[in-house]
């Protein structure tokens, strides 16, 4: 937020220093910068006023005028065509710098000029280049410019937490400097005068139909304003800070937002059909065409005003243009009204404006002012652009909020801030900042200003007894020797190794948001499927594409994929650890995934001549997996049949581990890949780490063999349907300790095999730890798999 510095000394009986301000506001947590220096040569600016023009006589375009600057009369040139005799002007004198040029006494084809007649540009007064600055007539001719305009300004720029709106206003930042510095805040709101025979009931009506997004509407009506140009020092502190001078009405309105934070609306009441205004929600499909002359189609979530026949405003967004104050204006309906933040907010983002107004309204305005600011509005209307302000207002709400009431327990903001405040120290510092301590039998009961919609909690009032206390003044205690430092957690060591392996398969970490929109989900084709069509609905979400909790990471990693081909990166090896959210029976669960995503070409070893492209496959994915179950819990998992859907519909499979489903993988569904415009096959794997919140046991020593061992290959036929699995655990329970590895080496289909069977190859390998296996103890072994996997439908082959 740019503001002026000369300003906000107006709301103190006392100049501070600005170097000062800078300091408080950064040690209050409102960060602040000169961002320039402005009118340092007034003092050197003379009042003039012009005597005679005449025109030049060698050049058309330029006059030559008479300029009385008290002391003597000048002859200067100029080629503005605004100035007329008996103007007041600034006039620069000889030697005086005007933006980094030194005026001179200068010859103009024959005829000298003994200075220079200042434009508010050049004054550094506003940005508008064209004429001469023409000054009131009241202004003594032969004083200076810094006796009627103050001595320069400095322009400082201030960064406004998020959560601190109402500092997006003078007053908010006058307010922090006077519980810093401890000086009285010298302002209060103008008193209105009405006109007792003009009632507003007899012009104007109001009705709010949607309470939710607008809480309270208020209005004034103004009789018979005279709309001119802006007064000079009303017009200088509005342009000062970047906004553009309109007339004085609106400007009016713009002083009074930027001065309390409340954005203000005035109508043209001739302009309003029906001479009522209704807060109501837009139709789908309806259109407005705004101040500043675009044309928005609106939809049920924005909240306008309206008249009897049309929109005329987006409520705490923009005015309409068909109602704008204008030059033929008579009657003003003035609006000062509380919208809900999260739907400015919403509405602002959707259709692609963000004006001063709706920045105040997201952060938050008081509810309990807006009647008052209103009222101090009007009144500046009528003491600067005339008319009868008509008795009473409309002032539509439901009840204002009570309060808000904070407990606060003294020693805990000495335990929290490791200081010695005193009670009394702790009311002293809530109290001038505008907190009002109800209580303190034993606790503090603390009521909450209006305007400060950001203390909620009792840290809340701690932060700011430290912020007031000054962060300087709090003890710094060196930490204790032989503090105790908590061991990582589980997951935390296991997410920290997961980020170790992944890396030297040429994985990158990406990180996304949690939410989503149902149309991600539709996307992937996961909409269907449990538990990912499961969602949570966000109850106040900022947009539609953020409006439900993810139940997966495939869309998230999908999108990434899909970004970075659509930018000519084909080679997309991605994995995520994130929180995914569904809810079943009744309850909600949030887990911890990982998420492994592949297209492309793979890993590349620029070592390997001749060197050879391929294309990741379903196999490196699954390496991939067994190595990080292999590193961190001491085994590989194992897979089975699954029938997601969204996946290939024979390139898939469970992941179980511990004889638990802990995630699948395999290939994205090419329909899906397809429609995302991703040619390359996709692989993907989701692991479900809070299923794993476990380390694998730490090794136990066991000396060399001694013994030598034996080996027997197996031949085995199973039938097709038979997991492979089953056969694997069936051998090693008969096998018993004498088996010491088991490894399956070949697989095979074919004519030479009968059908319905598949050959399945396994490698035994047997030892004994205290003494030399004979073949006939294997033999043994052998004979007791092959008889009871017999029974079980399972044949050594015997070709």
């Known amino acids: 937020m740019l503001i002026s510095y000369r300003w906000l000394m107006d709301y103190f009986k006392e100049e501070i220093p600005v170097k000062e ?3 408080a506001l950064r040690n209050l947590g409102l960060y602040a910068t000169i961002q320039k220096r402005i009118g340092e040569n007034w003092e050197k600016i003379i009042v003039g006023e012009i005597k005679s023009i005449e025109r030049h006589p060698k050049s058309e375009n330029l006059l030559v005028c008479e300029v009385d600057t008290g002391e003597k009369n000048l002859k200067v040139i100029t080629g503005a065509k605004n100035v007329f005799v008996g103007a007041k002007v600034p006039v620069a004198l000889p030697g005086i710098e005007i933006l980094g040029e030194v005026i001179g006494v200068r010859e103009f084809e024959g005829v000298k000029s003994e200075g220079m007649l200042c434009s508010e540009y050049e004054l550094e007064f506003s940005e508008d280049k064209e004429g001469i600055m023409i000054l009131p007539e009241d202004f003594k001719v032969g004083t200076t410019f810094d006796s009627h305009f103050g001595k320069g300004d400095f322009l400082v720029e201030v960064e406004v937490p998020s959560n601190r709106g109402d500092c997006l206003s003078y007053l908010g930042i006058a307010r922090e400097l006077s519980g810093y510095f401890n000086i009285p805040l010298n302002f209060e709101f103008k008193k209105v005068q009405e006109k007792n025979d003009i009632k507003i009931e007899d012009f104007a009506a109001c009705e709010v139909l949607d309470f939710d997004l607008c809480p309270r509407f208020t209005l004034r009506f103004i009789k018979d304003v005279k709309i001119a140009p802006s007064p000079l020092w009303l017009k200088w502190r509005i342009e000062r800070v970047g906004l553009r001078s309109i007339n004085n009405v609106v400007d009016i309105t713009n002083f009074v937002m930027l001065e309390t934070g409340q954005p203000l609306h005035a109508y043209d009441f001739d302009l309003l059909k029906g001479g009522k205004l209704i807060v109501r929600r837009a139709e789908n499909g309806e259109k407005i065409v705004l101040i500043n002359g675009e044309e928005r189609i609106l939809d049920r979530d924005v909240l306008v005003i309206a008249d009897a026949e049309r929109a005329v405003a987006i409520g705490g967004i923009m005015g309409g243009k068909d109602t704008e104050i204008n030059d033929n204006t008579k009657d003003v309906l003035l609006e000062a009204a509380y919208f809900l933040p999260v739907n400015i907010r919403r509405s602002a983002r959707k259709l692609g404006l963000r004006t001063d107004a709706s920045l105040r309204f997201e952060r938050g305005v008081d509810i309990h002012r807006t009647s008052d600011i209103l009222d101090y509005a009007a009144e500046m209307i009528r003491l600067i652009a005339g008319g009868n302000i008509a008795k009473d207002k409309i002032d539509i709400n439901r009840g204002l909020p009570s309060l808000t009431k904070v407990f606060l327990r003294p020693e805990r903001v000495n335990k929290v801030l490791g200081t010695t405040l005193k009670e009394d120290e702790i009311i002293n510092i809530l109290s001038k900042i505008g907190f009002n301590i109800k209580s303190q039998n034993p606790l503090f009961e603390v009521e909450i200003p209006s305007y400060r919609q950001d203390i909620k909690e009792e840290i809340d009032l701690i932060e700011e007894v430290a912020r007031f206390y000054g962060y300087n003044n709090i003890p710094s205690i060196p930490l204790q020797k032989g503090h105790i430092v908590d061991p990582p957690l589980m997951e935390e060591i296991i997410e920290r190794k997961i980020r170790e392996i992944l890396p030297n398969f040429g994985l990158y970490e990406t990180i996304n948001y949690s939410f989503m929109s149902i149309k991600d989900l539709e996307k992937v084709g996961i909409l269907s499927t449990e538990p990912f069509n499961s969602f949570l609905q966000i109850s106040n979400p900022l947009s539609e594409e953020n409006s439900i909790l993810r139940t997966s990471l495939l869309p998230s990693l999908l999108n990434v994929a899909q970004i970075n081909i659509n930018r000519q990166q084909r080679d997309v090896f991605i994995y995520e650890i994130g929180k995914v959210f569904y809810k079943k029976d009744n309850s909600y669960f949030e887990e911890k995934h990982l998420g492994i995503l592949m297209t492309g070409e793979s890993y590349k070893d620029p070592w390997n001549i001749p060197y050879e492209i391929r294309k990741a496959d ?5 390496g991939i997996i067994e190595a990080i179950f292999e590193k961190i819990w001491g085994r590989e998992p194992i897979f089975k049949k699954s029938e997601y859907s969204f996946m290939h519909p024979s390139k898939q499979g469970y992941i179980v581990f511990k004889d638990e489903i802990v995630g699948f993988m395999g290939e994205v569904n090419p329909w899906i890949t397809q429609n995302l415009d991703i040619r390359e096959r996709v692989y993907f794997a989701e692991i479900n780490l809070d299923k794993l919140n476990f380390e694998k046991p730490r090794p136990q020593y066991k000396s060399l063999p001694i013994y030598p061992g034996i080996r027997r290959d ?18 090693l329970k008969i096998s018993g300790d004498l088996l010491k590895m088991i490894r399956i080496f070949d697989l095979y289909q074919g004519e030479k095999v009968e059908k319905g069977y598949k050959s399945v190859t396994f490698s035994l390998f047997f030892l004994a730890d205290d003494h030399t296996l004979e073949d006939k103890e294997v033999d043994e072994i052998i ?14 082959r015997q070709k």
């Open 21 to 23: 301000v800078i300091n």
């Open 618 to 622: 379903f196999y490196d994915l699954k």
């Open 714 to 731: 197996l031949a085995l036929l199973i039938p097709e349907e038979m997991p492979v699995e089953s056969v694997e655990k069936e051998i």
């Open 783 to 796: 004979n007791k798999i092959l008889i009871d996997l017999s029974i079980k439908g399972v044949y050594l």
